[in-house]
T-cell receptor, first 113, second 113 residues
Framework: AQSVTQLDSQVPVFEEAPVELRCNYS??????LFWYVQYPNQGLQLLLK??????LVKGINGFEAEFNKSQTSFHLRKPSVHISDTAEYFC???????????FGGGTRVLVKP | DTEVTQTPKHLVMGMTNKKSLKCEQH?????MYWYKQKAKKPPELMFV???????INESVPSRFSPECPNSSLLNLHLHALQPEDSALYLC????????????FGEGSRLTVL
């Protein structure tokens, strides 16, 4: 079975500073990778996904992530955060031929003015 | 239309009540999901429906009973719940259970007294 580890449970960051959220996965087969964001009292919204092709994936709201197969990582980055980026971020993985999406534990980003 | 709509947004019920959560999507997706999310935790998969048939039941107690009347609707019937069942219940859909990302609704916040 696949698993996902988000190495940071909380990341405080100042407005307009860059942020990186770390995600590592384990799987013996090819995987699809996703980052979702959850704002307070809301559902999950897809930020970006990696299915195949270019390892640098660009998503919504200025976020991007890089798939690194050798390090089994899929870290999320944003060069300059806004107050509105304060939210919970979940990395998720699914086997390429599988039907279960497994979430990491989440990283809470708190953007300070 | 890229929305998954869940009703009600909030539900309070006693342990002897019977209630239902409803989910609707009009994206032509053939897979629908129920997830349970406790506070400050990632979503946990409960059920997967594929082409209106139950595909995955993650050993969920029988007090939770899913139903998929048609390809656009997904219900979760609740009966004799326990206080520890209080959580955010998220519905999601995808193109099919092996393809594409999951689109989530805003969730139904359930409180069991």
């Amino acid at each position: 079975a696949q698993s996902v580890t988000q190495l940071d449970s909380q990341v405080p960051v100042f407005e307009e500073a860059p942020v990186e959220l770390r995600c590592n996965y384990s799987s013996s087969v090819s995987v699809y990778l996703f980052w979702y964001v959850q704002y307070p009292n809301q559902g999950l919204q897809l930020l970006l996904k990696y299915l195949s092709g270019s390892t640098l994936v660009k998503g919504i709201n200025g976020f991007e992530a890089e798939f690194n197969k050798s390090q089994t990582s899929f870290h999320l980055r944003k060069p300059s955060v806004h107050i509105s980026d304060t939210a919970e971020y979940f990395c998720a993985v699914r086997k390429a031929a599988g039907n279960k999406l497994t979430f990491g534990g989440g990283t809470r980003v708190l953007v300070k003015p | 239309d890229t929305e998954v709509t869940q009703t009600p947004k909030h539900l309070v019920m006693g342990m002897t009540n019977k209630k239902s959560l409803k989910c609707e999507q009009h994206m032509g997706h053939r897979a629908m999901y129920w997830y349970k999310q406790k506070a400050k935790k990632p979503p946990e998969l409960m059920f997967v429906y594929s082409y209106e048939k139950l595909s995955i039941n993650e050993s969920v107690p029988s007090r939770f009973s899913p139903e998929c009347p048609n390809s656009s609707l997904l219900n979760l019937h609740l009966h004799a719940l326990q206080p520890e069942d209080s959580a955010l219940y998220l519905c999601a859909s995808s193109q099919d259970q092996y393809t594409g990302e999951l689109f989530f609704g805003e969730g139904s916040r359930l409180t069991v007294l």
